[in-house]
């Protein structure tokens, strides 16, 4: 069982930038494919970022890509989100992901594990 915690969320003005960290604990996360997912209120929830088993591979929703960077230090067993020009949009909770060992990345049923959630308010 791997236990995943995010931290970094808040409140930022748009055009802004933020930092998101997920601590995992409880098993080494070198094994799987982890991500970021994000859920708005009214909304669906929704694929942000993914990077492959040994980070040579990183996916992006297009509605990121360009602005968000995913990234994964499996020595300290933790997964990065660096969200740069932020814009009202991205308001939502941000959640972390982990476990996938071979399903789409794309799909949040590949993840067996999910952190409890960061809000992030981008205020216009």
């Known amino acids: 069982q791997v236990h995943l915690v995010e931290s970094g969320g808040g409140l930022v003005r748009a ?47 297009d509605s990121v890509k360009g ?11 933790t997964v990065y989100l660096q969200m740069h020009n932020l814009k009202s949009e991205d308001t939502a909770v941000y959640y972390c992901v982990g476990g996938n060992r071979g399903g789409s990345y794309y799909d949040p049923r590949s993840y067996g594990y999910w952190g ?9």
């Open 67 to 77: 602005r968000f960077t995913i990234s994964r230090d499996d020595a300290k067993n």
């Open 15 to 61: 055009g802004g930038s933020l930092s998101l960290s997920c601590a995992a604990s409880g098993r080494t996360i070198s094994n799987y494919a982890m991500g970021w997912f994000r859920q708005a209120p009214g909304k669906e929830r929704e694929f942000v970022a993914a990077i492959s088993i040994g980070g040579g591979s990183t996916y992006y929703a």
């Open 116 to 124: 409890q959630g960061t809000q992030i308010t981008v205020s216009s």
